[in-house]
Structures are given as C-alpha cells and as structure tokens.
C-alpha cells in the first residue's frame, strides 16, 4: 500500500545555491508536541509550531514553502514571552548542523536524577531546549520559546552526528562525534561534561535512550553497536551481526526491543537485554552475501525510527523509498517515494512520519491500528521487566515467548 501524503516544508532555494551544504541530517519534534525543528541546510534550523503547521497543510493544500511569514529572532530574554502562543524561528547556527535533538525539563516519568538547585540560568517547570551538533565539532543549546543561546559547548574536536537527551526530565544530554567519542553532559548544572564514553575505533553515527534513561545505545562504522550502562557510564556489551557501517538506531517505546539501521542493507531488531537479533528487515533482494555488504550503496539504510505505538518501524534507504514495517510481518505494510532522503522521525502522536531531504521535509500518514490487548499488556510489562525477569515468570512458555517479542 502507498502512504499518504499529509504535507511538505519546502527550504527557500535561490538560483546560486550550492547543493553541497543543504542537506538535512537531522529532523526532530519536541517531546510534548508543540515544536517541529529540522535543519534547512546552510547553517540554519527552522523551528516551526507543529499544530501550526498542520493547520496549514489542510488550509492551503501539502504545500507550505518554510520561510513564508518568518523572522529572524532578536536577541531577547525568556521574560515576557507568551507561551501558549508557540512562534515560528528561525536559528543560524553559524556552521552546518549535522544534529538536533529536544530535551524538556519535564519527565516522560519521574525524574531519577537528584535536581542541582544551582545554575547560572533559571529552568522553569516547562524548560524546552534544542541541542544543536555543529560541523566544527560545537554543540549550540538554545531556549525554544525565544531562540536564545543559552550555552556552547565546544569539547568535541569532530563533527557531532548525533545528539540524544535522557527522557526522565533531567536534561542530560549524549552527543555522538566524528571523533570517536560520546560525551555526557549535564545541562541543569551549566552543561558541565560529566564523562566520555571511549570504546569506538571509529566515527560514531548515532546515539539512542532507553525510555527508562537507564540503557544508551551508540552505533558507528565498523559495525559497531555498543550499549552503555547510563548509571555507571560503562559499557555492557557489544551487539555482533550488521556487515557494515550501523548508522542510525532507535529503542522501542517499552525498552524491550532495539532498531539498528546499517549500510548493510538491513535493519535488525534486537532483544538489547540478550544481545540476539529477533528480527530482520531487509532492503535489497536477495540479500547481500558478507562479502559484498558494502557494494549495494543504492540499498544503504540511512534512519530508522519506532513508532510509539510498538508495532511499526519506518526505514529510509538510498533506493528512493520510506518503508512501514510491522514488527511481526516480514514485508512492508506501506511505502511511499523520496529522493536522497537522509532521516526520519515519528512525530510526537506517532501519527505522521516526517523525514528530511535536501533542507525541505515530507510527510507522511504512518499505519494506524487499534493495538491488540495482549499487545497494550506486554509494553505495559516490558517496561517495567528486563527479559531475564520475563524469563523467570512462572507462566506457559508461549506466554514468555510473547512478552520477549520472539512470536
């Protein structure tokens, strides 16, 4: 089946735009929903209102050109800012931006970090933050409500591909660089670094948060996917089985499953507790032997993101096409066409899917479903319960197989 199209935010071209610099890595929206932000290229992210942006799309068709009745921000403070009244931004970040991500002062559940009473800048109870990872290896964090530059921090001696902030409201943000390292810091005390996580040999792609904060998954080239302690900020294990590069990943909303996404042509789901592959989505057919993993480019995988209601995973490949997976069936459910895309998210409702191509975005109506009961049950248990807790229930075997995702 073909997805339909919902919408797309067209970047303002000019005859002399170079091609080289316009591409959008990264798309993202605000935990709560409010804010839709992607990089249009050239060092500028967008930061649009996204039930704004929705309203425009059903008034004036799937067209809406990005910088139609914008402004640049003036340097203001929070004071006197109407919240309720979310405003369209537009940011330059003074490099090109590779990587953005939305941290909220309030927890997705209760917060398991002790709160720092002192910091140089004030967080309110509704705090909304964009971290933006630049090419000269800076991270810009700014206030979403006024597009204030609140911090710039500048430890990083690569470029930094990925940024992920711990769901729990503490405002810990992970970024992912070039320069073989993850870096842990800490924005309610000033954006102080509390660690680096050193274990890659290579670039690191991307980062990911179990919802729980407690698990990070990082992934590179060289096949690499680790996991990371988020309490003692150590590595657990190693997950062996991709054939090349691993470039994005992303957890299940319950914790219980983990998406990769590789040049390999093929997107796993592990079981992150076990280290095993459950699942396999593939993208070229027949599949690329070992040997040869790297020589399909036109099949490489570049995003994978997790819907939130559990059962749908949608994958961006080279060879124009945004796949919908169910988790239990082996094709996809749907499929819709886009040229060099580069990334992909669900938004906040996981009702539409988003992905960036070029400094413009598309979007999508993603597979909607009533969840089956059994199904409601085992992300209620799986987030609470690692697997070997699962395992240990003294319920049928097929029961146990079900809570672990392995029928």
């Not at 049950?377 to 146990?400: E, G, W």
Request: one cysteine or more; proline letters at 5%.
């Amino acid at each position: 089946a073909r997805s339909r199209t919902v919408g797309e935010l067209l970047a303002p071209t000019s005859p002399f735009d170079k091609k080289c610099g316009r591409e959008n890595w990264t798309v993202a929206f605000a935990p709560d929903g409010s804010y839709f932000a992607w990089s249009q290229g050239h060092r500028i992210v967008k930061l649009v209102p996204w039930s704004q942006c929705l309203q425009n799309f059903l008034l004036h068709g799937t067209k809406n050109v990005a910088n139609s009745a914008s402004t640049r921000l003036a340097r203001q403070s929070s004071e006197g800012v109407q919240r309720s009244k979310p405003c369209e931004h537009i940011i330059d970040c003074g490099d090109i931006v590779w990587s953005l991500a939305f941290g909220s002062s309030v927890p997705e559940k209760q917060s398991r970090c002790v709160n720092i009473e002192w910091h140089r800048f004030k967080f309110g109870q509704e705090q909304l933050l964009l971290a933006t990872g630049l090419n000269n290896g800076r991270i810009k964090i700014w206030d979403v409500y006024t597009g204030k530059l609140l911090l710039n921090l500048m430890d990083h001696t690569e470029v930094v591909r990925d940024l992920t902030f711990a769901p729990d409201g503490s405002l810990i943000l992970v970024s992912a660089s070039r320069d073989k390292t993850l870096r842990v810091w800490d924005l309610k005390d000033d954006g102080n670094m509390m660690k680096v996580l050193r274990g890659h040999q290579n670039w690191v792609y991307g980062c990911a948060f179990s919802p729980d904060s407690s698990l990070l998954c990082s992934v590179g080239a060289s096949k690499a996917v680790f996991l990371w302690d988020m309490d003692k900020y150590s590595m657990i294990r190693k997950l062996e089985g991709h054939h090349n590069d691993v470039v994005a990943c992303e957890f299940s909303p319950d914790g219980a499953l983990l998406a990769t996404a590789s040049y390999d042509t093929r997107v796993y789901v592990w079981d992150p507790h076990l280290g095993v592959i459950l699942m396999e989505f593939g993208h070229l057919f027949p599949p690329p032997t070992p040997i040869f993993a790297g020589g399909a480019n036109d099949r490489w995988v570049r995003s994978v993101s997790f819907s939130h209601d559990g059962l749908h995973i949608a994958s961006l490949a080279d060879d124009k096409m945004v796949r919908f997976w169910r988790i239990d069936e082996e094709y996809p459910v749907q499929v819709a066409p886009l040229n060099n895309g580069l990334c992909c998210t669900f938004s906040t409702d996981g009702s539409v899917l988003a992905a960036g191509q070029d400094g413009s975005v598309y979007f999508w109506a993603t597979p909607r479903q009533v969840s089956s009961l059994q199904h409601l049950c085992r992300m209620a248990i799986r987030r609470v319960m690692p697997t070997s807790q699962v395992k240990n229930l003294p319920i049928p075997s097929k029961v146990v197989e079900f809570l672990c995702y392995q029928i």
